[in-house]
Every structure is written in C-alpha cells, then in structure tokens.
C-alpha cells in the first residue's frame, strides 16, 4: 500500500475541499456534512473488518449505540469535555469489539452477519429495558450541546486522525496479517498468524472506530442518545455504504459515506418524489442500483479507471 | 426397525425434540394456561417458520440471506388488501396472491439478483438491502403508513375444550402452514421441476452439465419463496388483525432466528426452530417476568447465540468440511 502521486493528490485535494467547505455553505449544511463525517467514520471502521480481515458484521450500529450512550453518560454525570468522551468511546467500543470478536471466531460467513445483526436488534431494547440508568425510550441527554461550526469541525479532524490510523495500521504488520487472515485462513496459520489474535483484533479496532462514529452521532443529535437513532436501519445504513463505497480499498469511502449521508436529504428536495417516503423509494432504487452497475463500489470504479490510466505505459 | 428408531432418538437433536414435545405434553396436560400458550405459540411458530423456510430456499440457491423477504411478503398482503378492497372474496384473493408473489419473486431474481450473483455475495445482500428500503417505500408510498383491516380468513371464533380456549384461527394458520409445507415438499420431491431446483441448489456445474437450465431453476426458488413468504403476510395479517408496512419486520427478524437455529440448509430445521421459537418464547413471556415485552427479541437471539456457539452450524445443519 504505497501511496503513488495521484493518491496523495487525492487526500490533499479532499482535504483542502472539506477544510474550505464550512466557509462556503450554511449551518444547516454544516450539520449535514459533519453527519457525513460520521459515517465516514463508521463505514472506514467496518471496512477493516469487512474488506480486510474478511469477517462480516451487520451490527455495527450496536457500537455506535455505545460509544453514543458513553459519551451522552459521562456528560450527564461527570460533565466530561465531549472531546474526551471519543477517547472513552474509543476504548470502550474497543474492549466491546474484542469481545464480540470472540464468539465470532467460532462463527463464519452468513452466520456471523445474523449473530452481528442480533446485536444490533438487542442494544436499542436493552436500552429501553434499563431505563432507570439508560434513560428508557426518552434516552440520555448530554450536558452540554456544540454548534454546528464546532461539530463540523471536530467530526472531520477526527475523521481525518483516523483515516491515518486506519492507513497506517492497514499498511503496516497488522494490515499483512489481517489480509493473509481474509484471502486464506489455513495459508495465514501456516505461515505463523495466529488466527484468534488477529481476528479479535480486527473487531476491537472495527467497533472502536464506530464508537466514537456513534459518540459524534449523539453530539449531532443535540446531545441525545435515544434507543430509535441506533435501530437496525442504521447498521445496514453502514453496510450499504460500505458496499458503495468498496471493500478492502480505503479510496472509496468519502463516495460511501456521501452516499448514506446525503442521498436522503437530496431526494427529499427532487420536486417528484417529495412526498414523505418518496425518498426511501429513491434511497432503495440507487443502492439496487449502483450494486448492479458497480458491484466493487466506488474504489473498484477508481482501480479500473487507475488500470486504464497505466496499461499504456507497461505495452 | 427397532433399532432404526432408537438409533433415530440417540441422535442428541432428535431426542432434544423428543424430549422438548413430551415436556410440552405434559405441560399441556398439567395446566390449560400453558396448553393456551402452546397452541397460541405454535401459530405464531408457524410464521416464523413459513418465512424461515423462504429464506432458507434461498440460501440453498444462492447462499445468500434475503433481507427483503419480509418486505416482499408485507408487499404482497397489501396486494391482496387490494384486491379485497376491489370486491375479491378473501379465499379467492389468497390464491391470486400468491400467484402475483410468484411472479414478483421470479421478475426480481431475473432482474435485479442474476446480474450481480456471481460477481460478489456481499453485492447481492446489498442488493436486497435496497429493496427493502425499496419495498417499505414504495408500499407507503402507494397505500399509506396508516392502519388498515382485512377480513378474518377463519371467523373470530374461539373453541373451548376442557377449559383451553383455542382461536380458530390459529387452528387455520397451522394447518394452512402445514398444507403450505407438504405442497411444497411433494414440489421438491416428486416433480421434475423439483428435481431440477434440487440439483441446481446443490451442484450447480454438474446441473447444467445434464441439461438442467439453472438460472430459471433459480429464478423458480425465488418465486416459491415470496409464495412462502405470502402465506406469511398473510396469516401474520390474520393474527395481528391489522395491515401496516412494519408488519413483517420484528417477524423477519425471528424468521432469521428460526432459519439460523435449524441451520440454514435445513427446511425441515427452519420450521422446526420456527415453532420452536414460537412456542418458546409464548412460554417465557407467560412464566419469566423479567422477559418483558422489550427483552422478547434480544432474548430470542440470546438464544441463538447460545446454540451457534454450541453447534456453529446450527441444530440440523452439516459441518462444512473444505479442501484447502
């Protein structure tokens, strides 16, 4: 994983594009575009899983739901600064992930996406069932609320801090064992992986990352954490961005994350369709949509244009 | 044949069931609250089973799970609320249903599944992710979000014997479910047709090699399971009595349960953990009350998880054993 000069163009160029973006739009976009961030976030973390260590969840809303919870409890009850509940978020969801990861290693494939799925289905309702600490249906409120600027701002910084990780981890030890893990398990064993570490690993990293996705999701939210943001919905929200945006390349994911984020709120505004659910029929179409005109997302779309661009020069 | 049937019992599933039935005979026997439940729970059972069967059809086919077959199967009772509504008589519009259902299941393979089914599984769960999305909307977007009525298929009466009142209607869902099952078992056993989805599924190469036209065998598998997939719209309409688009979802996700428990390639354990699950979780609700309302679905993935981890391929699945 190099970076050649039309990678790095591209960071620099969609970097300077969302450092200079908040000058030009209105706080109502604002808030819509950290919500961007957010999934950026959440679908890079599902992308280590999914797209390098091979293993499939569909639960990743669960960790958003407790990074959210996390950061929406410490600023109840301790006024923690909210910048400091990401780093809990982080290192909750990531103790979390390992434990999930566990069981998961015993389970493949499709049953490994139902046994996620389950998890996503069971967090909201535990949430409502423990209302006395969870705050039931009507959740648990932040002490304290940011403006759209700051939210903007801190969601792309983070989002940003992260993609380097991610790029560093993935490149680096950790990122051989994760791919070696995904293309063959047996092959990885026997060239000395030990397959639980890395497997559980890559699920600590995954859910850590969509922990502090869900901990900016609940600042967004006015600082509510409420068992109906973190429904099913959202988790395939994630799953579907990440499909769009292509899995095991990290170069399509500003493409899934706008995907997810945007598409609703767009559609909302085509004169056609504007009745209330019109959007979902226009969110569905896309997505069945792109998958049959590009089945490796966006960074498949990049690949292919990348080969065209290069096979002159090797002939 | 003595010892066939012993060697059946040992079998550590089979005398699970054995032993799960006698425990729920003598319940039955002991107390009529508990036959009540039983009975109520083996209606519901049996929906989740019906739809569990639908997805494990599919499985078997494509190896993919159908997150819209639930939606799919909500769509198709708003088609025959319609036709309904239109003056059709309830028994006369069933049928018609699942005619349509057929052919919407077989247009949607045709259209939407073939193209992307052997370039990448996760495409293809995309795929039925947006129709979901699609579907929900779509229906909404036609009838409305708001509560409609149709009907009772089987009259509102309640039987009485020896103190256990029992609904007609979930006497009919059952037996309809079972009808449902035997059809379709005799489909898979006895026609060519039948066959040939069978060889599809299972050896796909081969298959096509002896003159077996997989893609359309395929395209079938998906018409039958939004038939399936009907008949649970529509008794799960009859046991809610009302029609809304969230019908089918808190069902799909029991559906998974039940398809996950019998082993997704097992359509004998798909309705067997879907009564299981049905049945199951009536009890609990009636007997444990910390299992609220709120805890029935994590609880039926509790479960779930508890027998994966135990049985990784679930109570009726086969390991896969892989050539490396």
């Known amino acids: ?315 | 044949m003595g010892a066939r049937l012993l060697s059946f019992a040992v079998r550590p599933v089979n005398a699970l069931l054995i032993t799960a039935a006698v425990f729920l005979l003598i319940g039955s026997l002991q107390s009529t609250i508990f036959a009540q439940q039983t009975v109520a729970g083996l209606a519901q059972g049996a929906v989740y089973g019906s739809l569990a069967l639908a997805l494990v059809l599919i499985y078997r086919a494509t190896e993919v799970i159908n997150f819209a077959q639930g939606e799919l199967a909500m769509a198709t009772t708003y088609v025959a609320y319609q036709l309904i509504q239109w003056g059709v008589s309830y028994w006369l519009a069933f049928f018609l249903t699942l005619v349509l259902a057929f052919a919407i299941g077989f247009v949607t393979q045709v259209l939407v599944i073939r193209p992307v089914m052997h370039k990448s599984v996760i495409a293809v769960v995309i795929v039925t992710v947006g129709l979901f999305v699609l579907i929900d909307g779509l229906v909404v977007w036609k009838w409305g979000g708001d509560i409609k009525f149709m009907p009772a298929p089987f009259g509102q009466q309640v039987y009485h014997w020896g103190g256990v009142a029992v609904a007609r209607q979930d006497i009919g869902t059952i037996l309809l479910t079972i009808a449902t099952v035997i059809v379709l078992w005799a489909l898979f056993q006895f026609t060519k047709i039948g066959l040939g989805m069978r060889a599809a599924a299972l050896h796909p190469t081969p298959a096509r090699l002896v003159g077996v036209r997989v893609d359309w065998m395929l395209a079938i598998g998906w018409g039958l399971a939004a038939v399936l997939g009907a008949v649970a719209g529509l008794m799960a309409e009859a046991n809610q009595y009302i029609l809304q688009p969230s019908l089918m979802q808190a069902i799909l996700l029991y559906a998974f349960a039940a398809a996950v428990l019998g082993g997704l390639e097992s359509p004998a354990g798909a309705v067997v953990g879907g009564v299981f699950l049905g049945i199951f979780l009536n009890l609990i609700g009636q007997y444990v009350h910390f299992i609220t309302a709120q805890l029935r679905l994590p609880f039926a993935f509790a479960v779930l998880l508890v027998v994966l981890l135990v049985k990784p391929s679930g109570l009726f699945g086969h390991r896969r054993v892989r050539k490396v």
């Open chain 1, 1 to 315: 994983m190099r970076l050649s000069r039309a990678d790095l163009f591209g960071v620099v160029a969609g970097a300077a594009l969302i450092a200079v973006l908040p000058f030009l739009i209105s706080d109502y976009h604002q808030a819509l575009f950290a919500q961007v961030a957010v999934f950026f976030i959440a679908i890079l973390g599902l992308n280590i899983l999914v797209g390098y260590s091979g293993q499939i969840s569909i639960g990743h809303g669960a960790f958003m739901a407790i990074g959210g919870y996390t950061t929406a409890i410490l600023s109840r009850d301790h006024h923690t600064n909210l910048v400091l509940t990401m780093v809990f978020a982080f290192a909750i969801c990531f103790v979390f992930g390992l434990v999930v990861g566990l069981p998961a290693l015993r389970l493949s494939g499709v049953y490994l996406a139902l046994a996620t799925f389950a998890l996503a289905v069971s967090v909201p309702q535990i949430a409502l069932k423990f209302d006395k600490f969870l705050g039931g249906s009507n959740g648990v409120q932040s002490a304290k609320t940011v403006s759209h600027t700051w939210l903007y701002g801190a969601s792309w910084t983070t989002a940003a801090i992260l993609f380097v990780l991610a790029w560093l981890i993935l490149r680096g030890r950790l990122g051989r064992a994760f791919r070696a893990v995904r293309d063959s398990e047996v092959a990885a064993t026997s060239s000395g992986i030990a397959l639980p570490i890395y497997k559980t690993l890559a699920f600590g990293i995954s859910a850590a990352f969509a922990g502090v996705a869900g901990s900016l999701f609940v600042m967004a939210t006015n600082g509510f954490a409420q068992p109906n943001e973190f429904e099913v919905i959202l988790s395939l929200q994630i799953l579907v961005g990440a499909a769009v945006a292509g899995l095991g390349s990290l170069w399509g994911i500003l493409a899934g994350a706008a995907f997810v984020g945007l598409l609703p709120t767009i559609s909302k505004d085509v004169p056609v369709v504007g009745s209330a659910h019109g959007q979902d029929v226009v969110f569905g179409l896309l997505v069945v949509l792109v998958m049959l005109l590009m089945p490796q997302g966006f960074a498949g779309v990049l690949a292919a244009l990348k080969r065209l661009r290069t096979r002159p020069d090797t002939s």
